[in-house]
């Protein structure tokens, strides 16, 4: 199993377990609560929505991946989506670290 499949399983499994939200509205919503941990976005999303999404994970500083394209991610969460966040700490280090050492 490579790290592109470890990374979808920990978002199927984070969204099984209720610590996943997705959806842009959501999405942006749950960064401005500061429930986001990390925000995952498709290669793919729209230049606007990227810029909406990148400006508010600078502001409330919750790290943001742009990993996988809209089908790769929309296949791990089960749902036709392209932005992503985790709400949970535990998660969000998991999927921080198989990102980083697949960009190793």
């Known amino acids: 199993m490579n790290d592109n499949d ?5 978002l199927g499994l984070a969204r ?3 610590k ?4 842009e509205q959501q ?3 749950s960064i401005r609560s500061q429930k986001a941990k ?3 976005i498709s290669t793919d999303l729209g230049a606007a929505t990227r810029k909406k999404i990148s400006d508010k994970c ?3 500083q919750v790290p943001l991946l ?7 991610l929309s296949q791990a969460i089960g749902q036709s989506r392209s932005a992503v966040a985790i709400e949970d700490q535990g998660f969000a280090k998991a999927l921080l670290k ?4 697949e960009g190793a």
Request: aromatic share 10%; proline share 0%.
């Open 66 to 72: 742009a990993f996988m394209n809209r089908e790769m």
């Open 58 to 60: 600078t502001t409330y």
């Open 16 to 18: 099984r377990a209720g």
């Open 38 to 40: 990390l925000i995952v």
């Open 6 to 10: 470890r990374f979808s399983n920990l």
């Open 27 to 29: 999405v942006l919503q």
């Open 20 to 23: 996943l939200i997705s959806g």
């Open 98 to 101: 198989l990102n980083i050492e």
